[in-house]
């Protein structure tokens, strides 16, 4: 048995198209909401229009192109600062007068070594390290740890024997220590073209350890100012010292 329902009529209007006032109006689409910039704003990055931001309100604020454009009161002059060596307490100069002071181990000038530094001595040890990197030794920690006790070892041995009278300081005796390594990094230098293990070389290594010995033994006892009595006690300890680094360099 089946259930019949009630359907309403459907009545079309005469034209066939739904009444215009039925349509749902369009809306018309408008811009996004953009706030407006204060007419006092200087900051150029900052402007929310489209195109190029303008610089004369940045300069203002900064007061011109840097270098000093905006006037004497707010210019750097960077033709009255020191040179970054000078400042780092770096003398290209200074360093070359002393290396060359060692390369005559008869003749070593002591004036040029009062002022002592640490310059030369890390480039002869940056230098060393790299000529027995080159012949396959790593011994970058060794060496420096080498210098360092060194120093402190001449500096002790030293003061020891003059008593209250020893003017030679830490620093002095690692300038010394570190610009007499030349011979040795010389003979590093020369190493790499040496036949492993032979005579030649166990007799070259020998001349330029005395060569060292003799430039930082002369050296140490001149700026100690008066130290003459000392000299052989010196000369052994600095032999003793070149000869281990001398060693690396033959093994």
Request: net charge neutral; aromatic share 10%.
């Amino acid at each position: 048995m089946t259930k019949e329902f009630a359907v309403p009529p459907v009545v079309f209007p005469a034209g066939g198209n739904p009444p215009a006032g039925n349509l749902q109006q369009r809306r018309v689409p408008t811009a996004p909401f953009q706030p407006q910039r204060p007419p006092t704003s200087g900051i150029p990055f900052m402007s929310f229009d489209i195109g190029p931001a303008t610089t004369t309100a940045g300069s203002t604020i900064y007061g011109g192109p840097i270098g000093g454009g905006g006037g004497p009161s707010g210019s750097a002059n960077f033709d009255d600062e020191e040179p970054l060596l000078d400042e780092l307490g770096i003398h290209p100069e200074q360093i070359w007068k002393k290396t060359k002071s060692i390369l005559n181990p008869f003749r070593v000038n002591p004036a040029v070594h009062k002022d002592s530094d640490l310059s030369g001595p890390i480039i002869l040890y940056l230098s060393l390290c790299l000529f027995q990197l080159l012949a396959g030794k790593i011994q970058f920690g060794v060496i420096l740890g080498w210098i360092v006790v060194s120093s402190m070892f001449l500096y002790v041995v030293f003061n020891m024997l003059a008593g209250r009278n020893g003017k030679l300081n830490l620093h002095t005796c690692t300038s010394v220590v570190g610009y007499c390594m030349l011979p040795l990094v010389i003979l590093s230098a020369a190493s790499l073209f040496l036949p492993q293990a032979s005579v030649v070389r166990f007799v070259i290594a020998g001349v330029f350890v005395l060569w060292a010995t003799r430039a930082s033994t002369a050296l140490m006892v001149a700026l100690a100012e008066g130290e003459e009595e000392h000299r052989g006690l010196v000369a052994y300890g600095c032999f003793l010292i070149y000869t281990l680094f001398s060693l690396l360099v033959i093994f």
